[in-house]
């Protein structure tokens, strides 16, 4: 059997940091959680671990037969990457089932756009290496290279939320190159929200270059609140986590309430 990493490539890495976070997500988002998960399992192989002979292997189930087992070694690694999603992925469903979110909860959902950046162009981004511009600073958040310590903290935001990200990539808005700090992508709703720090204005200069830039965004369909997220700081001051925290939680919140129905 031969399975790839075409399965475990997306958001498996963010599933448990989530977790304790849940609650402050609105019961729309849940529920596109809980229908996004679900299908997802429903995709992978269902692969488990076991024990054979005092040794710990990987079987394939078929129902509730056993069709095949794998000793875990090098060429086998993807398979071990398949069992660990899976656990993680019915972690995180039993949590959403633990805040009343269930299958047997009607839900629809809008094909209406919110963001002018899908899933598909977010998957050509990451797979892109970063194009920003030069960076000097020694502020880090495992292993990327940030620019100032507000960057830092939504970074760490983020991963306590669970949301994916991908930090400066470049985007190309009316034939003009962008970088915005954070592109986050909600796969359960196939929408992204761009995130800027704008960590410095009252120095007039910059929040000159920063305007032309948030005018480059609204004029390309980004609408703040949902789509766009601005965190503002300046000279001395920042904002606490869990302002940030509600800034982020409130925009994809947002989206959700246009993307989703509950019958």
Do not use: W
Not at 21 to 26: G, I, N, P
Not at 39 to 50: A, C, K, V, Y
Not at 53 to 75: F, P, T
Not at 205 to 221: C, E, H, I, T, V
């Amino acid at each position: 059997m031969n399975i790839g990493a075409q399965y475990i490539r997306d958001s498996e890495c963010h599933l448990n940091k989530g977790l304790v976070m849940l609650e402050v997500f609105s019961r729309k988002f849940l529920l596109a959680q809980f229908c996004y998960y679900s299908n997802r399992l429903e995709s992978l192989p269902d692969l488990r671990f076991g024990n054979h002979g005092g040794l710990k292997v990987v079987r394939e189930y078929n129902g509730r037969k056993v069709i095949h087992e794998y000793a875990i070694c090098n060429k086998n690694t993807g398979l071990v990457e398949i069992c660990e999603l899976r656990k993680s992925i019915r972690a995180k469903i039993k949590e959403l089932r633990r805040l009343g979110i269930d299958s047997g909860m009607k839900t629809g959902f809008r094909s209406q756009r919110v963001s002018p950046i899908n899933g598909d162009l977010y998957k050509r981004l990451i797979s892109e290496s970063d194009t920003g511009y030069p960076n000097k600073t020694e502020y880090y958040h495992n292993g990327i290279h940030m620019r100032s310590r507000l960057e830092i903290m939504v970074a760490e935001e983020l991963d306590r939320l669970g949301l994916q990200y991908k930090y400066e990539a470049q985007i190309i808005l009316n034939g003009e190159k962008y970088f915005p700090d954070f592109i986050v992508y909600l796969p359960e709703l196939d929408e992204t929200i761009l995130i800027e720090c704008f960590g410095m204005l009252d120095d007039l200069k910059y929040a000159y270059n920063q305007g032309n830039k948030l005018a480059a965004y609204m004029n390309s369909r980004f609408e703040t609140g949902k789509s766009l997220v601005i965190i503002q700081g300046y000279s001395g001051y920042i904002p606490e986590p869990k302002e940030i925290r509600r800034l982020i939680t409130d925009a994809v919140n947002n989206i959700a309430s246009v993307k989703v129905e509950i019958r």
